[in-house]
Every structure is written in structure tokens, then in C-alpha cells.
């Protein structure tokens, strides 16, 4: 169903707000935004050129920093290349190999660099605040990529994963400096509707005209029984079970404290250097 009180229960389980279908209208795009899965199970059909032209479009149609457009894209169809991918993301297997379309969301403040040696000009920019902007600039462009595949009927799945042995990653992409990868995405048509994971409810997570977080614990427990009561996290999927042992009931809020509870992906800023990009 796609009416608005069953897609608002659909993202935040049931009980949130009472809503009457006169409340707001509804239109395909935020039906399609608020029915937003990520897809691991995928057909064994290809993405023609043609539709992927016009998500790459949609894609580099979401708004960037001063348009400065410091991001890149790179498409993967290639069977060997995406085989090599998976090798990093062993984990992911064997849906991941099975998405005909494989991309890489990275920052570029390369592009930039090489423009300025091109006019002429100082590059005075190699700092933090390039960094947040660059990264922004490939989420945006990597979200904007996800509602316009959704919204073609295809499905998605960012990976981050690829992260963990990023050194690897970036040589079976050639990524040189300045370059540096936020997420990878698969694409493909899905093999199965997916199911909607629910999302904090609007009390924690927005506020309203100043940061006040007093509700966050009042409303936890609440928020990590409804997404129990839809998707229990089995106990393959609880984190750390060597340290902290497997639940019966493992919460949203017991998982994700358990999951950063240990450091992860600690070489990510060593990468950034040896691209020679600064954190200052
Ligand atoms: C930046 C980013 C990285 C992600 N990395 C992975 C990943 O490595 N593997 C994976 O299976 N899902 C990954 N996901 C998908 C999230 O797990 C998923 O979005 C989240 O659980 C919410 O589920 P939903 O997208 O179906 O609503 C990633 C999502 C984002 C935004």
C-alpha cells in the first residue's frame, strides 16, 4: 500500500503519528523516496546504456558546494574488474557479484588542482573544509543516483565496505591523487520487493529551532522495539559477539554501540595522506 499512513508506518513502525489521508498530499517522487530499500538480491538482467546515461545525469543534476563539482564517478561493468572488486567484500557475496553495474562515489579536489595549474592560479585549498566539501558533493550526487535508480524501478546498495582494504580498492581503479572513494553502489533490477528498515523517529532526530536532544532517552526504547518488532537483528548479524555475546533480543541501540565500540577503518586517514590530501 501506498497511501501515506502505511508508507510513515513503513518507515518508523507502527504507532508514530495518527494521520488522516487528507493531511498531505502525496506524489510519486515522495512515494518512491519514503519506500527507499537497499537491494542485495538482484536479477540477472543487464542496465541498458541508454538508463544509466540519464541516472548519470540525475546524479551530477544534485546541488555541489560553489558547483565545484569535486566528485567522480566510476562505472564498473566489466565481469573481471568487478570480480576483483568482490574479492575485497568477501562478506557480500555472492549478491554483490550478481549486480550487472558496480560504481565508485569518490571526492575529487584533483580536478580542481589541475584546472588551477591550467589558469595559472595558487591552489590554496588542500584542508579540511575541501575534504567535508568534496565528500558532500559525491553523498549528494551518490543519493540523488539512488532516488533516480529507484524511481526507474532498479535497485541499489551503497557499500562502504569497500573501504576496508581501500589501498586495494583504489589500484584496481587507478585512483590517483586527490582522489579518494566515499562509497561504492551497486545497480541492478531487484529480485525481490526488499524490506523497509525503520529510521529514528522525527522526536530524536529533528529539532526544532535550537539542538535539544532530551528526548533521546525516553524514546530509544520505544524506537528499538519497533524495529525489533519488524526486522530482528539475527545473531549473525549482532556485532562483537566474541566480546559482548548473542542476544536474544539485540537491539538497534545495543548493535550499532556495540559496532562502535571498536575502531574501524583506521587507515582511512593514512590513505588520505598518501593522496595527498590534508586534513588541516
Ligand atoms: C555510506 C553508506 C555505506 C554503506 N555501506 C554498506 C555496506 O558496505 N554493505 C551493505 O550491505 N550496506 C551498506 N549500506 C547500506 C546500509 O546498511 C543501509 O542503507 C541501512 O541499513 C538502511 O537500510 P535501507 O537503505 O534499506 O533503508 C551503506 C549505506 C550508506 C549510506
Redesign the pocket.
Known amino acids: 500500500m501506498d497511501d501515506l499512513a502505511s508508507l510513515l508506518e513503513g518507515r518508523y513502525g507502527p504507532g508514530i503519528k495518527e494521520r488522516t489521508e487528507a493531511d498531505t498530499p502525496l506524489n510519486p517522487t515522495l512515494q518512491s523516496i519514503l519506500n527507499?530499500?537497499?537491494c542485495?538480491s538482484y536479477l540477472d538482467r543487464s542496465v541498458d546504456d541508454d538508463l544509466l546515461e540519464i541516472l548519470l545525469a540525475c546524479a551530477q543534476s544534485a546541488p555541489a558546494k560553489s558547483n565545484l563539482q569535486q566528485y567522480s564517478i566510476v562505472v564498473v561493468r566489466d565481469t573481471d574488474r568487478r570480480a576483483r572488486v568482490a574479492e575485497l567484500?568477501p562478506g557480500?557475496s555472492p549478491w554483490f557479484e550478481k549486480a550487472p553495474v558496480f560504481l565508485a562515489f569518490l571526492g575529487d579536489v584533483r580536478r580542481i588542482r589541475r584546472l588551477a595549474e591550467i589558469r595559472g592560479h595558487d591552489y590554496a585549498n588542500n584542508n579540511a573544509d575541501t575534504f567535508m566539501n568534496a565528500a558532500v558533493d559525491a553523498?549528494l550526487a551518490m543519493q540523488n543516483f539512488i532516488v533516480a535508480a529507484e524511481s526507474a524501478g532498479l535497485g541499489t546498495?551503497?557499500?562502504?565496505?569497500?573501504r576496508n582494504r581501500i589501498d586495494e580498492f583504489a589500484e584496481i581503479l587507478n585512483l590517483p591523487d586527490g582522489v579518494f572513494p566515499?562509497?561504492g553502489l551497486t545497480l541492478g533490477w531487484p529480485d525481490w520487493g526488499?524490506?523497509?528498515?525503520v529510521r529514528l523517529p522525527q522526536s530524536i532526530v529533528v529539532h526544532f529551532e535550537t539542538y535539544d536532544d532530551d528526548a533521546l532517552n525516553a524514546e530509544i526504547d520505544p524506537h528499538d522495539d519497533r524495529a525489533h518488532e519488524r526486522k530482528p537483528i539475527k545473531p549473525g548479524s549482532q556485532r562483537h559477539t566474541d566480546r559482548y555475546g548473542v542476544l536474544e533480543k539485540c537491539t538497534w541501540s545495543e548493535n550499532a554501540t556495540r559496532q562502535l565500540s571498536e575502531p574501524e577503518r583506521s587507515q582511512f586517514a593514512a590513505f588520505l595522506k598518501s593522496k595527498g590530501i590534508e586534513l588541516k
Open positions: 527507499h530499500r537497499s542485495r567484500v557480500l553523498a546498495c551503497p557499500i562502504s565496505m569497500i566515499i562509497a526488499g524490506m523497509l528498515s
